[in-house]
């Protein structure tokens, strides 16, 4: 990687992370960002507010832990981001929120199931819970690994949500979507427990998706 491609891809991780900032999806220095460079990661520091954050205060890290250069120690998450680009090869960026809507089914350990067609926008039927671990630990790090098979995005219990994509702007992009989806989901609990669209008719919505505004 050149030091032009690098520089943008810090900035990149920047203005994702400043997005979260200024959108409320991810409120104060809650939640983090990271984009793949190679066989390392740049991801946002642990403890500086996304408003303070510089492309130089980044950590980039090795995906087996190492830290390699930043002034700050990287995101308490980073083995979950780390666990997350081992496992899924074709992962450019990850962003991780404690967005408000997406939180609350998370802490009813609730999924987000196939109420509208948009779900399927995350790879599946519906959009999973993983299972509760302490922040910033392997464990977590698993069950993530484990909610995200065969889906770009999931929720995790009692904490908040997780989104994959090519890159770091395409899984901050989901990030929104899940807590649009979580939010409507949410309202229409409401009212009752909504009717649900069929394995049969998600699977064709999900490979629509999966090609979806790319040309050719």
């Given at each position: 990687?050149?030091?032009?491609?690098?520089?943008?891809?810090?900035?990149?991780?920047?203005?994702?992370?400043?997005?979260?900032?200024?959108?409320?999806?991810?409120?104060?220095?809650?939640?983090?960002?990271?984009?793949?460079?190679?066989?390392?990661?740049?991801?946002?520091?642990?403890?500086?507010?996304?408003?303070?954050?510089?492309?130089?205060?980044?950590?980039?890290?090795?995906?087996?832990?190492?830290?390699?250069?930043?002034?700050?120690?990287?995101?308490?998450?980073?083995?979950?981001?780390?666990?997350?680009?081992?496992?899924?090869?074709?992962?450019?960026?990850?962003?991780?929120?404690?967005?408000?809507?997406?939180?609350?089914?998370?802490?009813?350990?609730?999924?987000?199931?196939?109420?509208?067609?948009?779900?399927?926008?995350?790879?599946?039927?519906?959009?999973?819970?993983?299972?509760?671990?302490?922040?910033?630990?392997?464990?977590?790090?698993?069950?993530?690994?484990?909610?995200?098979?065969?889906?770009?995005?999931?929720?995790?219990?009692?904490?908040?949500?997780?989104?994959?994509?090519?890159?770091?702007?395409?899984?901050?992009?989901?990030?929104?979507?899940?807590?649009?989806?979580?939010?409507?989901?949410?309202?229409?609990?409401?009212?009752?427990?909504?009717?649900?669209?069929?394995?049969?008719?998600?699977?064709?919505?999900?490979?629509?998706?999966?090609?979806?505004?790319?040309?050719g």
């Amino acid at each position: 990687m050149t030091a032009t491609d690098e520089a943008w891809l810090r900035q990149r991780v920047v203005d994702a992370a400043l997005d979260l900032a200024a959108t409320g999806l991810s409120p104060q220095m809650s939640g983090n960002v990271s984009a793949r460079a190679g066989d390392s990661i740049f991801i946002t520091p642990s403890g500086i507010a996304y408003t303070d954050l510089i492309p130089d205060d980044l950590s980039e890290i090795a995906l087996d832990g190492r830290i390699l250069s930043g002034p700050f120690p990287p995101s308490s998450e980073w083995q979950m981001h780390c666990a997350i680009y081992k496992a899924r090869p074709e992962a450019g960026g990850i962003v991780h929120a404690h967005s408000d809507f997406a939180t609350v089914l998370a802490v009813m350990k609730r999924p987000i199931p196939a109420f509208h067609y948009m779900v399927a926008v995350a790879g599946g039927r519906d959009i999973r819970c993983a299972p509760y671990a302490t922040f910033g630990t392997a464990d977590l790090a698993a069950h993530a690994v484990a909610a995200l098979a065969d889906r770009k995005a999931c929720l995790l219990a009692h904490h908040g949500q997780i989104a994959i994509g090519e890159t770091v702007e395409a899984a901050l992009h989901l990030a929104h979507e899940v807590e649009t989806l979580a939010a409507q989901y949410w309202r229409a609990l409401q009212i009752g427990e909504p009717d649900l669209l069929s394995d049969e008719e998600m699977a064709v919505n999900v490979e629509k998706f999966r090609n979806y505004g790319r040309r050719g």
